[in-house]
């Protein structure tokens, strides 16, 4: 077995990470906005938007390994995690399936504009009542002359208040369960659609979030990925990029803390000692980097088995649970180092706290991940 970056893979993540530093020097927790479009466009030029879409759409044709790699970085050297979660989300669950699943007119239109941050992409397919059912979906795609006609709402669209393109699923056959739903990419400006208000979140903040309604809203025949009754399998495929690459940013976080970490217990003094000689601290920290590299493991692994052309639901279950649960809890190690200056906003460490409580919900609940872990090993 091989767990060593050859050199240039070595040298692209040096690259990313002073890049990304350079790009966004701003502090932790001065900034309480969303994104901007200069920063989409910052992220592009980094290479973090195309760096698993194919070369000839301005991407890097990465594999799912070198491009968690990328996503590793940039988590590390941002510290607004609500953009590199956003930026995550736009990759993965939206231009993934339009370059793997998407007619050759939709990837030339779209894909260039994905891959360089002129376009800003939302995935729309949680639901108020299906949650991560997507056999229930209520959203209905009804086939009409030269397309579809999309009825219904999607909640959580992460991007939707910014997003110039939609990824959204529907039924074409209620009755059919999975077998119904169907993958289509709407334009912000159909008509019909309608962008609600930005949500207020715990955490996340930088990264809009929002309801998006279809009402009567026509889909050309061109716009559907992969054809009607695909949209179950498109979704898996996407959610096995989503559940491992997206969440290299979270190693790229708890990454950031430990250094964080390490650096307050070598400074600061309580009782006339270096608190990291203390073992209720010292001992806190080993745990930080435990879960952290035990994590960063496993995701690496899941990544491989999607390089080999056989992904592992196991592996990538694995993986998101082991990450998403380890980010939380050394998130909350490290407000405790820091004590009272920890919840303060001004070092961004609570704020890591806060955005690190929905890794353990989107992309399937913690609780999701057991299930797949369970009936993977047979019980």
């Known amino acids: 077995m091989e767990f060593g970056w050859n050199e240039g893979q070595r040298a692209r993540y040096d690259e990313v990470l002073e890049r990304t530093r350079a790009a966004f020097p701003t ?67 939206c231009a993934v399936p339009i370059a793997a699943f998407g007619g050759a007119e939709l990837r030339r239109r779209l894909l260039p504009g994905l891959a360089a941050g002129r376009l800003i992409a939302g995935n729309a397919m949680t639901e108020p009542e299906a949650g991560s059912d997507s056999s229930r979906l209520a959203t209905v795609a009804t086939p009409v002359d030269g397309g579809y006609v999309l009825n219904g709402t999607k909640s959580f669209v992460s991007n939707g208040p910014a997003a110039d393109v939609f990824v959204t699923y529907a039924t074409v056959d209620p009755k059919a369960a999975f077998l119904g739903v169907t993958g289509l990419v709407v334009d912000r400006d159909t008509p019909g659609l309608i962008v609600g ?16 309604t279809f009402e009567d809203c026509f889909v050309p025949g061109d716009r559907v990925l992969g054809g009607a009754g695909a949209g179950a399998a498109i979704f898996q495929h996407s959610m096995g990029w989503e559940r491992a690459c997206l969440f290299a940013l979270y190693l790229g976080l708890q990454d950031r803390l430990l250094e ?35 994590a960063r493991l496993l995701l690496y692994r899941a990544c491989w088995s999607m390089d080999e052309g056989d992904p592992s639901v196991l592996a990538i279950a694995l993986s998101k649970l082991a990450v998403s649960e380890g980010v939380l809890a050394s998130a909350a190690d490290a407000v405790r180092v820091f004590g009272g200056r920890g919840y303060l906003r001004e070092d961004g460490i609570e704020a890591a706290l806060r955005d690190a409580v929905p890794g353990t919900i989107f992309s399937g609940t913690s609780e999701i991940q057991r299930q797949l872990i369970v009936k993977e090993i047979g019980l």
């Not at 906005?33 to 698993?52: A, H, N, P, Q, V």
């Not at 194919?54 to 594999?63: F, I, R």
């Not at 208000?197 to 998006?212: D, F, H, Q, R």
């Not at 600061?268 to 601290?281: C, L, N, S």
Request: glycine residues 16%.
């Open 260 to 294: 964080q970490c390490v650096a307050h217990a070598r400074e600061r003094r309580q009782f006339g000692r270096r608190i990291g000689e203390f073992q209720a601290v010292s001992h806190r920290i080993a745990d930080m980097k435990l879960r952290l590299e035990s």
């Open 27 to 93: 502090p932790p927790g001065a900034g309480h906005g969303f994104y901007t479009r200069g920063d989409w466009l910052k992220l592009g030029e980094i290479g973090m938007l195309g760096s698993c879409l194919p070369e000839e759409y301005g991407g890097q044709s990465l594999g799912a390994l070198d491009t968690a790699r990328v996503v590793e970085a940039v988590g590390r050297g941002c510290a607004d995690t609500g953009l590199v979660f956003g930026a995550a989300a736009h990759t993965f669950a």
């Open 197 to 212: 208000k930005p949500y207020e979140k715990m955490g996340m903040n930088s990264c809009p979030a929002g309801a998006v």
